[in-house]
């Protein structure tokens, strides 16, 4: 794949992400909380979530973007081994299950206020600052850090479709909350 046109794809995908949560900051907190099951995540819960990775890459893959000494972009986007299994893991594909998540990033029963959501469009503000000076390293030869083992160190190239993608699994997460609550 074309370098510039999958960052141009994470970049819509996150300004798609961003939109849903502006649809999100409408409803009132009794709809945002509500859990459709025991185990099952509110709308809150899941933003809670997925800022516990944006605490995490934002500062990773910028520090990592800044410090590069990888300066001239690969034409073509080259996944390694591992990061492509993560990408093809995660990747909401249709009919996807979902996927257990490590203790310090599941936020079940936790109390959250709707002030989370405008964390969370902060961070994808912060994303798409990175999308953007991505596109001036070499994203097959800058690595960063993995958040849930951080002595592993991925391609950059595969870690921000990885972070991406995981957030659009959850969007489709959360319009299941949603239509639920809705019934």
């Not at 459709?36 to 997925?50: A, F, N, R, T, Y």
């Not at 990888?70 to 299950?97: C, S």
Request: some cysteine; proline content about 4%.
């Amino acid at each position: 794949m074309n370098t510039l046109d999958c960052i141009s794809e994470l970049i819509e995908l996150t300004l798609q992400t961003k939109k849903e949560l502006q649809q999100l900051k409408s409803l009132d907190e009794n709809t945002l909380n509500f859990r459709p099951g025991e185990k099952k995540w509110s709308v809150l819960e899941v933003i809670q979530h997925l800022t516990y990775y944006g605490d995490f890459y934002i500062p990773e893959f910028s520090k990592r973007i800044e410090n590069t000494k990888h300066r001239i972009p690969d034409e073509r986007i080259k996944p390694g081994l591992l990061g492509a299994y993560f990408v093809k893991v995660i990747q909401p594909v249709e009919g996807f299950k979902p996927m257990q998540t490590l203790g310090q990033f599941n936020p079940i029963n936790s109390n959250i206020s709707k002030k989370i959501l405008t964390s969370f469009d902060a961070q994808l503000d912060g994303f798409l600052q990175i999308l953007e000076a991505s596109k001036t390293v070499n994203i097959n030869r800058t690595r960063a850090s993995v958040s849930i083992a951080p002595w592993m160190r991925l391609k950059l190239c595969d870690l921000l479709r990885v972070v991406i993608y995981h957030n659009q699994r959850h969007f489709i997460q959360i319009e299941r909350v949603l239509e639920v609550e809705a019934t």
